[in-house]
Every structure is written in structure tokens, then in C-alpha cells.
């Protein structure tokens, strides 16, 4: 029905940057709030950045100045990009999505969709 996947995950030294991108697919109808969260070893997830349909962005504290949330939605997809990458950033970063579709019915149906992760590893 509707689908999130992501890319662009990586091994990457201290002070390097990762663009990752989160692509939904499906009978899409509109896609209001697209966010990014991770989840390090051990620990919760926890909400890195989220933009809404209109571009206003909202970032948790540790990553502002240093992550840039975009999202183009011609392609229904959603970037990240990440510089001066610290080793505390290691984490498995996920997409979520409030997406408006058509079920297998025919049916306008909201779905909060997640994709499958993708994993970030930051050496110092």
C-alpha cells in the first residue's frame, strides 16, 4: 500500500557527512509530516528532525547546525543531510511518514509509515 525506504547509511570517520533519503512510494495521495529518528545501541529512538508539508523544519538539540532536514515532493521523498558527524551519532536513522493513500479497496486511508533503517557508524 504505501512504502518508505531509505538509503544512503554509512562508515564514516568523525567530521565526515552522510546524505541520507527517504523515498515513499505507493498510491499516495499526500504526505504531511516527514521526520527522521534514530535509535542507538541501547537506547531509545529519539526524534532527530521532522519537516512538515510546507518546509517548516524542527531539529532535537544535539544535531542543529549540523543536520539539514529537505524534502522534494514532486519525488515524495525526504533527505537528511549530515555533516561534522560525531561518533555519538551512531545510529540506526529511520524515516516516518504521515502519508494520505488509496488502500487495496479504493479507500482514503492515513498511514504512519516507517521504513526498514538505515545504519549510520561514525569511527573517531
Known amino acids: 500500500q504505501v512504502q518508505l525506504v531509505e538509503s544512503g547509511g554509512g562508515s564514516v570517520q568523525a567530521g565526515g557527512s552522510l546524505r541520507l533519503s527517504c523515498a515513499a512510494s505507493g498510491n499516495i495521495l499526500n504526505i504531511n509530516t516527514m521526520a527522521w529518528y534514530r535509535q542507538a545501541p541501547g537506547e531509545q529512538r529519539e526524534l532527530v528532525a521532522s519537516?512538515?508539508?510546507?518546509?517548516?523544519?524542527t531539529y532535537t538539540d544535539s544535531v542543529k547546525g549540523r543536520f539539514t532536514i529537505s524534502r522534494d515532493n514532486a519525488k515524495n521523498t525526504a533527505y537528511l543531510q549530515i555533516n561534522s558527524l560525531k561518533p555519538e551519532d551512531t545510529a540506526v536513522y529511520y524515516c516516518?511518514?504521515?502519508?494520505?493513500?488509496?488502500?487495496?479497496?479504493?479507500?482514503?486511508?492515513?498511514?504512519?509509515?516507517w521504513g526498514q533503517g538505515t545504519r549510520v557508524t561514525v569511527s573517531s
Open positions: 519537516i512538515t508539508s510546507g518546509g517548516t523544519t
Open positions: 516516518n511518514a504521515m502519508i494520505i493513500a488509496t488502500n487495496h479497496e479504493g479507500f482514503v486511508t492515513p498511514f504512519d509509515s
